[in-house]
């Protein structure tokens, strides 16, 4: 199923090619940047009823441009961007269905349990998500934290995944060194995804026509998502019009007689 996102720098809803994304912003390299605030995509999605998406702050200067998203459709979005346990509950209280953390439970490189079971303790399991993007060094896929610039001492494996699994409710896998450049998904990423993942799944990188949905739900057994971004007409691309991604959900809703997941 198709996953919409809203990704904000500086108050604004970009797109970017995430292995340029730093901690000063030198060198960041943007596809598009949107006149329409984040709210409008927010209540988009939400006429359409395309559930699932994630709005990411991408840096400093993003709260109010977060909050007017989730106040657009309460509930209907996840919220990644310096989530911690200290202010997990507010951006809940904002609006979001789930709050994406990556970097909070990591210290020294290695998952730091305390700090995910506090987190847990806070919110809850099922509405936490996992941030696990990564980027492919010696053959592996490590997870990579603040703003996908530092590798951890953790590698994507199936027994990681299935003890996350029950501090969590889902996965958000970026393919870092894909994202942002429109020349196809990690196709070995998401069949391994497919494989492994024992909690929903939403794969985001590289994705570049409608194809590539049809794609994912192959390679992925009908388990993962994908989040379409840069590729999608709505944030400038010519690759994937949004309107049939929200099509393609509406068919394969029909096929299974639900919803996405």
């Given at each position: 199923?198709?996953?919409p996102c809203i990704d904000l720098r500086g108050g604004r809803v970009v797109q970017i090619v995430g292995g340029s994304l730093t901690d000063s912003g030198a060198g960041v390299r943007t596809h598009f940047e949107s006149e329409h605030p984040p709210e409008w995509f927010a209540a988009r999605y939400r006429a359409d009823d395309v559930r699932g998406g994630h709005v990411i702050a991408l840096g400093p200067g993003n709260e109010g441009a977060a909050r007017a998203a989730l106040a657009a459709w309460p509930g209907g979005l996840q919220y990644g961007g310096g989530v911690n346990a200290?202010?997990?509950g507010a951006w809940l209280d904002a609006g979001a269905s789930h709050v994406i953390v990556t970097s909070a439970v990591f210290s020294g490189g290695r998952?730091?349990?305390g700090r995910l079971g506090e987190l847990v303790a806070a919110v809850g399991r099922e509405r936490l998500v996992l941030d696990l993007s990564c980027r492919v060094r010696e053959g592996a896929y490590w997870i990579v934290t603040d703003r996908w610039q530092r590798f951890t001492e953790e590698t994507l494996r199936p027994?990681?995944?299935g003890r996350l699994s029950g501090q969590?409710?889902?996965f958000l896998v970026h393919a870092v060194d894909v994202e942002g450049l429109c020349r196809g998904i990690d196709g070995a990423l998401v069949e391994?995804?497919?494989l492994h993942a024992p909690v929903p799944t939403t794969y985001a990188g590289g994705a570049r026509s409608l194809a590539d949905l049809e794609e994912v739900e192959r390679l992925g057994r009908g388990r993962i998502d994908l989040t379409i971004g840069s590729?999608?007409?709505v944030f400038g691309g010519t690759g994937v019009r949004y309107a049939d991604c929200v099509e393609?959900?509406?068919s394969r809703a029909r096929v299974d007689g639900g919803g996405s997941r």
């Amino acid at each position: 199923m198709f996953r919409p996102c809203i990704d904000l720098r500086g108050g604004r809803v970009v797109q970017i090619v995430g292995g340029s994304l730093t901690d000063s912003g030198a060198g960041v390299r943007t596809h598009f940047e949107s006149e329409h605030p984040p709210e409008w995509f927010a209540a988009r999605y939400r006429a359409d009823d395309v559930r699932g998406g994630h709005v990411i702050a991408l840096g400093p200067g993003n709260e109010g441009a977060a909050r007017a998203a989730l106040a657009a459709w309460p509930g209907g979005l996840q919220y990644g961007g310096g989530v911690n346990a200290g202010n997990a509950g507010a951006w809940l209280d904002a609006g979001a269905s789930h709050v994406i953390v990556t970097s909070a439970v990591f210290s020294g490189g290695r998952i730091d349990w305390g700090r995910l079971g506090e987190l847990v303790a806070a919110v809850g399991r099922e509405r936490l998500v996992l941030d696990l993007s990564c980027r492919v060094r010696e053959g592996a896929y490590w997870i990579v934290t603040d703003r996908w610039q530092r590798f951890t001492e953790e590698t994507l494996r199936p027994d990681l995944l299935g003890r996350l699994s029950g501090q969590c409710a889902e996965f958000l896998v970026h393919a870092v060194d894909v994202e942002g450049l429109c020349r196809g998904i990690d196709g070995a990423l998401v069949e391994w995804l497919g494989l492994h993942a024992p909690v929903p799944t939403t794969y985001a990188g590289g994705a570049r026509s409608l194809a590539d949905l049809e794609e994912v739900e192959r390679l992925g057994r009908g388990r993962i998502d994908l989040t379409i971004g840069s590729a999608l007409d709505v944030f400038g691309g010519t690759g994937v019009r949004y309107a049939d991604c929200v099509e393609f959900n509406r068919s394969r809703a029909r096929v299974d007689g639900g919803g996405s997941r």
